[in-house]
């Protein structure tokens, strides 16, 4: 998928099921070499990031039978070196680092890829792992990493809360000797979930989701089968879709605590919300949305991943709203393709100011990012005319058929 023609001017009505999370389960697909028994993953989405992290556990030795439920044998890995074409692609492959160096005490990977949108460092994985006793050797954009015998438990103070760096400390500490903690961690959803599975295999984590987690090492893990949790930020898209198209969409499959941050902006925007076990209903009919004042935090703050879908709220809300974003540094770069489909957004520093508009109109844009690319799609549905949306690649990286998903609600979308 490269290129979508959207016809615009529709409202956005139904029910949509929320896949599994890319973010969850990018990490735990290259911790099942943490262990060399079988594991079975349901609620795996079909994404390309997905695809890819196979691909390389595939490379490595690892036996992988992705049907409805993925089965994985990583008993057979006798690579501990992930090939360049590869990582490049998706910046969630850093993981694969911890776990091939805390099983097979070695592990050699070139920097990782990903969504261009900031420096995006990967200092606090490396010294994390160093903490832990780890040999890290920094050459070439290459990481070659080694520890005679097992790493050892720390205590481990982050600097900066980091989704990415918790994941591969969290994941190395699982087989090292002794207790880990690490201190100012992050809290996000995606951390219990993958606490919970390393837990399944014979892990003894304690904490995640809190900003302490304390890890006491074991020697071996087992096989299990684990269930991904729900995409947070594909439901507040979902959401997101509705509120912009002043409709009426039900997500169902979600957690609906895992989103109170977004709710809470939502329902300030003027939506109804209801919400029950694994469902939110979100009505926004007859109903322009009021601009919002955001600031992106870590969890339970407002989520980075849902900085550019509100911005789309704000560019056809009532009255002004300013985005700050503290994540990433340069998650703007979307916003000239907003401004070319008529929104009045001036940008501030790292906040984004807009002036709202009743209707967007249809234009020629380029995604340059994941969430843009969600956005840019969703501005297409609501402006007047045919939007050609083009480097729609990024968009099957995180969103599961997103288009024939709001086809469904009443979109018009081809793929070209
Ligand atoms: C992950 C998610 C991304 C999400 C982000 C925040 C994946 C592949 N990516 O990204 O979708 O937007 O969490 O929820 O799941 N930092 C450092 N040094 C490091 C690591 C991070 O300085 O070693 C900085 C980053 O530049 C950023 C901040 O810490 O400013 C937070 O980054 P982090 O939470 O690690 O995000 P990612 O893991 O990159």
Redesign the pocket.
Known sequence: MNKLCIEGDKKLNGSVTISGS??AA??ILFMTILTEEKIKISNVPNLT?INIALQLLVYLGAKVNYKKILSIDTSFINIFSAPYDLIKK???SIWILAPLLARFGQAKIFLPG??K??????????NGLIKLGATIDLKDNCINAFVKGRLQGKHILME??????T?TIMSAATLAQGLTVIENA?R?P?IIDIANFLNTLGANIIGAGSNKIFIKGVSKLTGGHHQIIPDR?ETGTFLVAAAVSRGCITCHKTEPKHLKSVLIKLTEAGAHIQTGKDWIKLDMREKQPKALNICTL??PGF???MQTQFALLNTIAKGIGTITET???NRFIYISELINMGAKIKIKHNSIVSNGIPQLCSSNVFCTD?RAAATLVLAGCIAIGITIVNQTYHLVRGYESFPSKLNKLGANIKII
């Open positions: 890319k973010n990018l990490p990031d998706i910046r969630g990903g969504c949108i900031g420096s995006r460092p990967i200092d606090l994985h490396l900066k809360i980091s989704v990415g760096a994941i992050a996000e995606e930020i870590p969890y989520p980075t991943d994540i990433f540094e994941l």
